[in-house]
C-alpha cells in the first residue's frame, strides 16, 4: 500500500511559479498564510495573511496586469525542509497600455502539508516606480 505523500517546498514552488502566470495562484496558499513584504512601496501592506485577502488582491490585480512567463528561475533548498528560496523574473504587460513590465523577485517560502504557510517577498521596488503612475491611473479609473 502506498501512502499518498503531500508535495514538496521545492514542488510547489515550482507550482506557484507556473500559477503566477496560467492562474490559480491562491490556491497553493494555506487559509491563514502570512506574507510579509518588508520593502513593500507606498498602498501596498508590508504583511497580510489569509488566502481569500490574496485571492482578492490577485482578482484586482488581473484588471492591471496580465502576466505572461517566468524566467531565471533559481530555487534554493535549505537545511529545513519546509523552507526554499526563489529567485525569478515576472514578465507581463500592463492590460490598458500593452506596456510591458518585468518584476524581480526573491521570496522566502515556507510550505506545510502541500500549502505556503509564509512567505516573506522581495521584489525590486524601483520596477514599480517605473509602471506607478499608469497602474495607480488603471486602478483608480
Same mark, same amino acid.
Given at each position: =500500500? ?14 506557484? %511559479?507556473? @500559477?503566477?502566470?496560467?492562474? $490559480? %495562484?491562491? /490556491?497553493?496558499?494555506? #487559509? ?8 513593500? #512601496?507606498?498602498?501596498? #501592506? ?15 490585480? @488581473?484588471?492591471? %496586469? ?6 531565471? @528561475? %533559481?530555487? &534554493? ?6 523552507? *526554499? ?5 515576472? &514578465? ?5 497600455? $500593452?506596456?510591458? !513590465?518585468? =518584476?524581480?523577485?526573491? =521570496? *522566502? ?6 500549502? !505556503?504557510? &509564509?512567505?516573506? /517577498?522581495? $521584489?525590486?521596488?524601483?520596477? =514599480?516606480? /517605473? ?11
Amino acid at each position: =500500500m502506498t501512502v499518498p505523500t503531500q508535495p514538496t517546498a521545492r514542488e510547489v514552488v515550482e507550482q506557484f %511559479l507556473r @500559477a503566477s502566470v496560467d492562474g $490559480g %495562484l491562491a /490556491d497553493l496558499y494555506a #487559509p491563514d498564510v502570512v506574507i510579509e513584504i518588508p520593502f513593500a #512601496p507606498a498602498g501596498i #501592506p508590508r504583511r497580510s495573511q489569509g488566502r481569500e485577502e490574496l485571492r482578492a488582491r490577485f482578482e484586482a490585480a @488581473a484588471g492591471v %496586469l496580465r502576466w505572461e512567463r517566468t524566467d531565471n @528561475a %533559481l530555487i &534554493h533548498e535549505t537545511a529545513d525542509p519546509e523552507v *526554499v528560496i526563489v529567485e525569478y523574473d515576472l &514578465h507581463g504587460s500592463l492590460v490598458a497600455s $500593452g506596456r510591458p !513590465i518585468v =518584476m524581480s523577485y526573491i =521570496m *522566502v517560502v515556507q510550505v506545510r502539508d502541500g500549502l !505556503i504557510v &509564509h512567505s516573506r /517577498d522581495y $521584489g525590486n521596488p524601483q520596477a =514599480m516606480d /517605473d509602471y506607478r503612475e499608469e497602474l495607480l491611473s488603471a486602478i483608480n479609473s
